[in-house]
């Protein structure tokens, strides 16, 4: 086996040089030629006889297999002597190397048989899937600023929920041990109103800091031994998720939804069956950073474990009942303890998140502003088919009338939009129609049903 002891100090010299590390992409699960592969670094190191190249830099000591390494999860190619870069250059400048392969870092490959090479990926869907942004150059700011496009009147709560992640995958991609990474990373309660972008919030984060995310809900599973979903096999949506990768996946975000139903009594919704306090019970392992073992196929396949030292949990829920006065001001931890959470439950949740209420101007911004606001997503869909796009003033003010109505936060704005689009979409795609204009529908008002409704329960009627 190869070794730097191995070497000389001229033979290392001599043969020293500059290569690109590939790797097999994340994702992947055969590893076949045709499959992709993905420059993970440039490294510095020096070329053996047997062609194997050994690592200066990244990993010292840790030996590349040159040129066509499918049989390996990395691989060393495009190796060049210092000799041939300072000729190609006219003089060794460390500077401009590293600004050369930074470039190059990053971009992806193929194995092209007829050429019997590598050929650069260059088809612009895959790359704008498959880009990725190096952990280390995380810019929060530019983070923050990317979220709030999306989520609107929530800046406080995204700030919260973001500097919490954020320093979680920090430690977590530190050289700290387990047990300390376990110790300092917070686990986080986000709570509010319903529709105020609770979901949206982590799910625009774990994609910003390139992290796996599944969303759960907790209704649907029960304590180990009784029928519905056991809590390990979040783990296993994790993991798949992740793309079968499990050191990625436990770097990922576990959300879980519903949070407050867990006070609600059993979880058949009578006086039999697990009991709610039985699936928290469950979830403290998860919560403690153990190792719990998951099923690959759920109930199949092998055992794997899975390290929760790294994973960040977040529990969501409306918790309207610990509300005060008619909002959650003051709310404490001791109020979730009064509403049926267990004390060691919440003891591992370090960090409370209270969501706004929205207000109509809250509204407002969200439907003329955020990014998955639905008159803002349809006028990209309508660009792309070629069709001018437009309505009346006052339609704005309708669908703001119509979503407070329903009651059901910002996607009650989706709702009432998706309501009204239906009666002109049939026509835009049977006639080919190239423009669009919306106008107030008659007959559907969602705030006629309400004051209705109000009106019955006045008098006496149901």
Partial sequence: MNNISNFSLSDIVNNLGITYIYKLRRGVINKNPQDYYEVMWADIGFITEDNIFISLM????????????FDDEEFAIDFKSFKELSNEYIGYEPELFLEKYKDKAGKFYTWNFEKKDFEEITDEAFLAKQKKEAKSNLDILKMYDSVKETIIS????????????????????????????????????????????????LSQIAKLCNVPIVIEDITSFSETGYVGRDISEMLT????????????????ILVIDEFDKLSEGDSMGNGAGPSRNGVQRSLLKLLDGGVIGFREDYSDGDLIDFN???????????????????????????????????????GRFSKLVQMNAFKREDYRKILLESKLS?????????????????????????????????????????TVFDGIISDYLFDVFAK???????????????????????????????
């Fill in 58 to 69: 990244n990993n010292v000591g840790e030996m590349y297999q040159m040129g066509n390494g």
């Fill in 154 to 201: 929530q800046d406080e709560q995204v700030k919260q929920v973001l500097a919490s992640v954020y320093k979680n995958q920090k430690i977590i991609n530190s050289s700290l041990d387990d047990e300390t990474i376990s110790k300092l990373k917070e686990n986080i309660i986000v709570y509010g109103p319903t529709g105020t972008g609770k979901t949206e919030i």
């Fill in 237 to 252: 949506d994790l993991y798949n998720a992740a793309g079968m990768d499990i050191e990625f996946a436990q770097r990922g």
């Fill in 308 to 346: 929760t030292s790294k994973l960040t949990v977040v529990a969501l829920g409306a918790f309207s009942e610990i509300k005060k006065n008619d909002d959650y001001t003051d709310v404490s931890t001791k109020d979730f303890i009064d509403y049926g959470i267990m004390r060691e439950v919440m």
């Fill in 374 to 414: 639905p008159i803002n997503t349809y006028t990209k869909l309508f660009d792309e088919m070629g069709i001018k796009f437009s309505y009346d003033d006052n339609l704005i003010d309708y669908i703001i009338d119509e979503a407070i109505a329903l009651d059901c936060g910002a996607r009650s704005l989706k």
């Fill in 432 to 462: 080919d129609k190239k423009e669009i204009h919306i106008s107030i529908p008659k007959g559907k008002s969602y705030v006629a049903k309400k004051r209705a409704s109000e009106n019955r329960r006045a008098i006496g009627f149901r």
